[in-house]
């Protein structure tokens, strides 16, 4: 199973080409932050309340995408609450990224190619293998959205993800996006099975919100 920032990164993808849809750089680094977070809940990691969160198992998960986000949120030093995470771990949004964008390669999803853009200066794309993850994990989702499926709670966590990183219009055509939001404001007051994943999207959005203007 691929991990909340795998997939997350995977609805970044603007095409099978391996070209990025444009986010601002500290909403994508948000993003990515919020994605190892809500993973790492999944993952049974962190508890909460609605002003707090904090770790309960603070053993090394063995994936480099993860692991720097929860052993600051393990720091003695580190504020647990909510309203201060995005704050507090942005810089590690880079890293999320970089890592998540490793282990897809890893996984033979990805793979890194070098080109050039505008005769000189590298860039970097990561075209799909097949393109069979990405259309997945879009397919899944507009199944939910648009249709009558129920989502599970990885599925909210990226809907969640990609409304308040902007990138949802990268996946509904522009005629359903009304629909799209309101079935996303509903699934987001729903109390999901397994882990009480809306307070962390709550917390998430919420924190998106109260970032300081030197962030965001």
Same mark, same amino acid.
């Given at each position: ?19 990025? *849809? ?15 977070? !809500? ?13 707090? *969160?904090? *770790? ?19 720091? #003695? ?36 190619? =070098? ?11 990561? #075209?799909? *293998? ?5 259309? =997945? ?5 507009? =199944? ?45 007051? !729903? ?10 999207? =709550?917390?998430?959005?919420?924190? !998106? ?6 962030? !965001?």
């Amino acid at each position: 199973m691929l991990t909340v920032p795998e997939e997350f990164l995977l609805l970044t993808l603007k095409d099978e080409e391996g070209g990025f *849809v444009d986010i601002p750089l500290e909403y994508q680094r948000a993003g990515f932050v919020g994605a190892a977070i !809500m993973e790492l809940a999944l993952e049974g990691r962190l508890d909460n309340d609605l002003s707090r *969160v904090w *770790v309960v198992n603070k053993a090394p998960t063995g994936n480099p995408a993860l692991d720097p986000v929860l052993a600051r949120l393990s720091a #003695p030093d580190f504020d647990s609450s909510a309203d201060n995470l995005i704050n507090q771990l942005i810089e590690l949004g880079d890293t999320v990224r970089e890592q998540s964008l490793k282990r897809l390669c890893d996984k033979k999803i990805l793979v890194e190619t =070098e080109g050039r853009l505008l005769w000189f200066l590298k860039t970097r794309r990561y #075209p799909a *293998v097949d393109g069979k993850e990405m259309r =997945e994990v879009k397919l899944r989702l507009l =199944e939910v959205l648009l249709r009558d499926g129920l989502p599970d709670p990885r599925d909210c966590c990226l809907m969640s993800l990609a409304e308040t990183c902007g990138i949802i219009r990268q996946i509904v055509p522009q005629s359903e996006l009304k629909l799209a939001r309101e079935r996303i404001a509903k699934f987001s007051k !729903m109390e999901l099975i397994g882990q009480n994943v809306n307070h962390y999207i =709550e917390i998430f959005e919420r924190a !998106m919100a109260l970032a300081t203007p030197a962030h !965001m």
